[in-house]
């Protein structure tokens, strides 16, 4: 059904147009009562099996919605009425902004992908963090807020802006994650090298402490695959030693050329970051190496490419503890998170382990134990 309405419906419309509209009948499924009861009784089904305990919190299990899709955190519940086991809103900054000119998202259906240059279009720290300071849930998944720069900030006054966004944000996070690796804020790769991180991850830690002192607010930091491999350890030693609480594994990568794209030359050669399935082999890649460095000192986030449960299971084999969508979500629609659960209980009831926790990195293992 859905993908009928997506080829006949959301294809010929502008992308960005188009998640609004399918946000908006979200948010409003959400706000109905009777409704929002059965839907979630539809389409976010509950396995004891897949209950995980990870940042603090207990989830009803690994998956959950990448940054990116609730900007402004307009739709929390909707998202977990869907069956999001976590909602990562954002990219909040310090100060609200528009983003890059339209047009600044292109579907590569083909691929199953996207390409974004959206730029941090949000309405500050701010406004958001009154909007979830104003909320009443009906569901409660463990939310995630992502912090970036305000594109105006110089790369100078980037720690400063990152706290203005911290202090605003994290009382009302479940955990804090800070995005470093978005290729649409013009020098924001560049606070990824250590030289830089160091500075600001400590002062985003000693400000999350200060706004929330009764409680410590788990803080992670993104990373995009493109970075080089000694710099991928690099960050995970550094993350280690600055006792952050996890890596999330990976951003939307610049790469075009080695990715098999099929779509037309002029739409892969749109400026931006492309997500989706052509992602996926790089993002595991950088999983992999982050696991082999830190093991289980860090709680690993796998996201980039997941479309299906056997590719969220790969994930976990490979280290992650938490896995998270996005891509997918626009092309396989709201029935597509049951597919993941149900597909998820399935490999593990087939697998040898009794736990999702001991599925985690157990590709690691079977390495060492073979050599």
Not at 222 to 234: H, Q, S, T, Y
């Amino acid at each position: 059904m859905y993908r009928l309405l997506f080829r006949t419906v959301f294809c010929r419309m502008d992308p960005e147009r188009a998640h609004h509209l399918a946000f908006s009948w979200i948010r409003r499924a959400a706000a109905t009562p009777v409704l929002r009861t059965f839907a979630a009784a539809a389409l976010a089904p509950r396995d004891r099996r897949l209950r995980v305990e990870a940042l603090g919190r207990r989830m009803h299990g690994p998956f959950g919605l990448a940054a990116g899709f609730d900007k402004n955190a307009e739709g929390i519940d909707g998202l977990a009425m869907l069956g999001f086991d976590h909602v990562e809103v954002g990219t909040v900054t310090g100060s609200a902004q528009p983003g890059n000119p339209k047009k600044r998202l292109f579907r590569l259906v083909e691929d199953r992908a996207l390409i974004n240059r959206m730029g941090f279009n949000n309405e500050g720290a701010a406004a958001v963090a009154a909007r979830l300071a104003a909320r009443q849930p009906v569901f409660r998944p463990t939310l995630g807020v992502n912090i970036g720069k305000t594109k105006a900030v110089p790369e100078s006054e980037a720690v400063a802006d990152y706290v203005t966004s911290t202090e605003a944000l994290a009382p009302h996070a479940d955990y804090l994650v800070v995005n470093v690796s978005s290729p649409n804020t013009p020098g924001l790769r560049n606070l990824q090298a250590t030289e830089h991180l160091r500075p600001l991850l400590t002062a985003v830690r000693e400000a999350a402490d200060r706004a929330v002192p009764a409680r410590r607010v788990p803080l992670l930091v993104k990373i995009a695959p493109d970075l080089a491999d000694e710099d991928i350890d690099a960050v995970a030693d550094l993350a280690v030693e600055l006792g952050l609480d996890g890596i999330i594994a990976t951003n939307t990568t610049v790469a075009r050329d080695g990715l098999g794209l099929t779509c037309a030359p002029e739409l892969a050669a749109e400026t931006g970051g492309l997500s989706g399935a052509p992602v996926a082999d790089r993002s595991l890649e950088v999983l992999r190496r982050l696991y082999a460095r830190v093991g289980d000192r860090l709680v690993l986030v796998g996201v980039g490419g997941v479309g299906t449960a056997e590719d969220a299971w790969r994930r976990i084999l490979a280290g992650a503890t938490l896995v998270q969508g996005y891509t997918a979500f626009l092309y396989e629609g709201p029935f597509w998170m049951r597919r993941m659960h149900r597909g998820l209980a399935r490999l593990l009831a087939a697998s040898p382990y009794a736990t999702l926790a001991e599925a985690v990195g157990a590709e690691h293992r079977r390495q060492e134990g073979a050599a």
